[in-house]
């Protein structure tokens, strides 16, 4: 059974780099056909797509934040992880990674809440 | 950025009772590339129906999708205790990925 756990900094300060990390076990990132994914989620909010690592690694970033976004695969440690640069108050979510392919986002870690607050 | 518009907002009905919940995609989802999930508070997302009609592993059959052109809709046939939630549509036929802003199913 495929599972996906993300860990990282849950506070981190206006204006300094998000750094959050998906460990993927029970299958392999470099599994073909599948994109590696961030979402998030504003306290009482809907979901927002940040972007993925294809497993071939390339990558696709929302408009909205792509100037701020880097996502990449650390294959070695069946991995992938999410930077965000500048962050504000209004990046104050819960954080998802998830699994996406043919049949949508099929499998999701639990998520973890990130406040940026000094 | 093909822009997803559900409705209701808010949906109150009562356990047995029909929901049918709605997604209008702003334009043609290739492939009808278009997935449902249900939230509930504290949880991640579940992948309830895929491709716009395909029932996801070990979703209850009272579970289902349908389309009609850029209309998309999933209907939950006789709702349950525990099928009072957050539901959300999703498209993933183009980048970038875009979510609709959810319908709450809640008890009435």
């Known amino acids: 059974q495929l599972q996906l756990q993300e860990s990282g900094s849950g506070l981190v300060k206006p204006s300094q780099t998000l750094s959050l990390t998906c460990t993927v076990s029970g299958g392999s990132i470099n599994s073909g056909g599948y994109s590696w994914s961030w979402i998030r989620q504003p306290p009482g909010k809907g979901l927002e797509w940040i972007g993925y690592v294809y497993y071939s690694g390339s990558t696709k970033y929302n408009p909205s934040l792509k100037s701020r976004v880097t996502i990449s695969a650390d294959r070695s440690k069946n991995q992938f992880s999410l930077k965000l640069t500048s962050v504000t108050a209004a990046d104050t979510a819960v954080y998802y990674c998830?699994?996406?392919?043919?049949?949508?986002?099929?499998?999701w870690g639990q998520g973890t809440l990130v406040t940026v607050s000094s | 950025e093909i822009v997803l518009t559900q409705s209701p907002a808010i949906l109150s009905l009562s356990p047995g009772e029909r929901a049918t919940l709605s997604c209008g995609a702003s334009?043609?989802?290739?492939?009808?590339?278009l997935a449902w999930y249900q939230q509930k508070p504290g949880l991640a997302p579940r992948l309830l129906i895929y491709d716009a009609s395909s029932r996801a592993t070990d979703i209850p059959d009272r579970f289902s999708g349908s389309v009609s052109g850029t209309d998309f809709t999933l209907t939950i046939s006789r709702l349950e205790p525990e099928d009072f939630a957050v539901y959300y549509c999703?498209?993933?036929?183009?980048?970038?990925?875009?979510f609709g802003q959810g319908t709450k199913v809640e008890i009435k």
């Open positions: 998830a699994r996406e392919g043919t049949e949508g986002l099929d499998y």
């Open positions: 999703h498209q993933y036929t183009s980048s970038p990925r875009t």
């Open positions: 334009q043609s989802v290739t492939s009808n590339y």
